[in-house]
């Protein structure tokens, strides 16, 4: 099997394992607008699907499509809407420029274009801009917590009217990230697209402009790559302001080591915010009953973001 087939493999089966069933003969008791363009990046739209529930609480869930930064319309799943939905969450379902054509620096890009879109027209979704929550497992939980610790705000001067909006978040909860590609399951390890994670190259093939050839070229310098693979981390960019986190991971994951989990909670709480991680005993990198563990997920924006 292909490595982008592999991928591809990967996130169905992430997804799969998150998506309780939906009976069909049970009417959703939700709205789902498909495609709804939050950007265009080289000619190409962004998009997202966006599910508002029968009883809106007025809170925003951000759900990360990604798997391996494979992103891919095709594997949202209604059924992972399902608890969510059923609390009242709007829930925006985001799908990012994939590798192996963009790599994770792109896709960040995306990230924050999508929250500050979001955040732009909160009113017509019924959503309220100051409680947006994140989510994601995986690589997607990874980009969930950059969202988390490297959200920034607008440029107010800028052309585009979303771009003047804030991409920080209220909370981020997720699924077995990654958190530090130079420390990765043990202290000096590079995951840079390497060792444990030398399956996924394409997202870490960092370019930039030659000015002499006009044309994108590998970065290949070592010190510039040490440089965009710490700004990537999310473990280091902790700061005091970082909004609650919660993480569930298997102690038994071989893709994302669980000490991923455990030194990102360690560095939030020497800053001072609140973070929780939920320990699943003997699980890889996803288990059999993992969808109900959204419940915890949908607890945890309970308790951070509904209105006291």
């Given amino acids: 099997m292909g490595s982008t087939n592999c991928r591809m493999a990967l996130l169905l089966c992430l997804l799969a394992m998150f998506a309780p069933t939906l009976r069909a003969d049970e009417p959703p008791a939700f709205q789902r607008t498909e495609d709804v363009i939050y950007g265009r990046k080289f000619g190409t739209a962004l998009t997202m699907d966006v599910f508002k529930p029968a009883k809106p609480n007025g809170v925003g869930l951000i759900f990360v499509v990604s798997g391996g930064w494979y992103s891919d319309h095709a594997v949202i799943n209604e059924g992972f809407m399902k608890p969510f939905l059923d609390r009242g969450y709007t829930v925006f379902a985001v799908v990012h420029g994939s590798q192996p054509k963009f790599n994770i620096t792109e896709i960040l890009g995306d990230m924050h274009r999508a929250v ?7 009113a017509e979704y019924g959503v309220d801009p100051e409680r947006l929550g994140i989510m ?17 705000a607008g440029d107010p001067n800028a ?12 909370a981020v909860a997720c699924f077995f990230p990654p958190t530090d590609f130079f420390n990765y399951g043990k ?16 997202p870490f093939d960092f370019e930039e402009m030659d000015n002499d050839t006009k044309r994108f070229v590998e970065i290949t310098d070592e010190a510039k790559l040490q440089e965009i693979g710490k700004a990537i981390s999310p473990v ?3 700061s005091n302001d970082d909004p609650p986190t919660l993480i569930i991971h298997g102690d038994a994951d071989e893709l994302v080591p669980i000490q991923q989990a455990e030194i990102m909670v360690a560095a939030l709480e020497k800053a001072g915010v609140e973070a929780k991680l939920v320990t699943k005993p003997g699980a890889g990198h996803g288990w059999p009953d993992l969808p109900k563990d959204l419940e915890t997920l949908a607890d945890w924006f309970d308790e951070h973001l509904q209105e006291k």
């Fill in 116 to 122: 500050r879109y979001i955040r732009h027209h909160a």
């Fill in 236 to 238: 280091n960019q902790v």
């Fill in 136 to 152: 994601g497992a995986s690589a997607g939980g990874h980009l969930s917590l950059m969202q988390g610790t490297a959200g920034v």
């Fill in 159 to 170: 052309k585009d009217e979303v771009d003047r909006e804030s991409s920080r978040v209220a």
């Fill in 187 to 202: 202290p000096g390890e590079d995951a840079l697209g390497r060792g444990i994670l030398k399956g996924f190259r394409a």
